[in-house]
Nanobody, 122 residues
Framework: VQLQASGGGSVQAGGSLRLSCVVSGLPFMNVALGWFRQAPGKEREFVGADNWSGRSRTYVDSVKGRFTISRDYAKKMVNLQMDSLKPEDTAVYYC????????????????WGQGTQVTVSS
């Protein structure tokens, strides 16, 4: 199993970034996929998840209306579109997968991708 994330970078407040994570070794149609983030000195927190191939997407309140998770079935990729970015969105972002149920907390995650840094300047 491998989750390979990409797309991080630096942007000014109000800007946009798109993170992508290629998933291999898992049944892409039947696996919950999500994103977490961890800021310096803070615990890793849930950002959002696609738990039923688009039928059930959930987001943490702080990103609702700004971030969107989507799947690219042809590329077996999960994306995180981040718009209207704020300095408080600065963190290392991790993609995550669970082939045995939903993702809502770090304890639900069976597989992690490597982190990708997102930095938002004011």
């Amino acid at each position: 199993v491998q989750l390979q994330a990409s797309g991080g970078g630096s942007v000014q407040a109000g800007g946009s970034l798109r993170l992508s994570c290629v998933v291999s070794g898992l049944p892409f149609m039947n696996v919950a996929l999500g994103w977490f983030r961890q800021a310096p000195g803070k615990e890793r927190e849930f950002v959002g998840a696609d738990n039923w191939s688009g039928r059930s997407r959930t987001y943490v309140d702080s990103v609702k209306g700004r971030f969107t998770i989507s799947r690219d079935y042809a590329k077996k990729m999960v994306n995180l579109q981040m718009d209207s970015l704020k300095p408080e969105d600065t963190a290392v972002y991790y993609c995550a997968a669970n082939d045995r149920g939903r993702i809502t907390t770090v304890y639900d995650v069976a597989y992690w991708g490597q982190g990708t840094q997102v930095t938002v300047s004011s």
